[in-house]
């Protein structure tokens, strides 16, 4: 077996939690919080860029208003 240590380097962890909806008005994804243009520029981001889009990531959960009832509530209302 070999015992050479892996390379790896310091990254940002990403924020997706594998919940890829994008909002259809504030255009962020419902579970990461994160930009469309921010999900696909991620992995060529550098550290910092990664670290300040994390910074900004809480106070995006307020941008999401809850949508009421989907398609049944808009049938329903006719």
Known sequence: MNDTPV???????????????????ARICTGCYRTTDEISRWSRMTREERQQVMAELPGRASLLKKRRGGRAARLARG
């Open 7 to 25: 390379w790896t380097r310091p990254e940002t962890d990403s924020p997706c939690i594998r919940v890829c909806v994008v909002h259809p008005e």
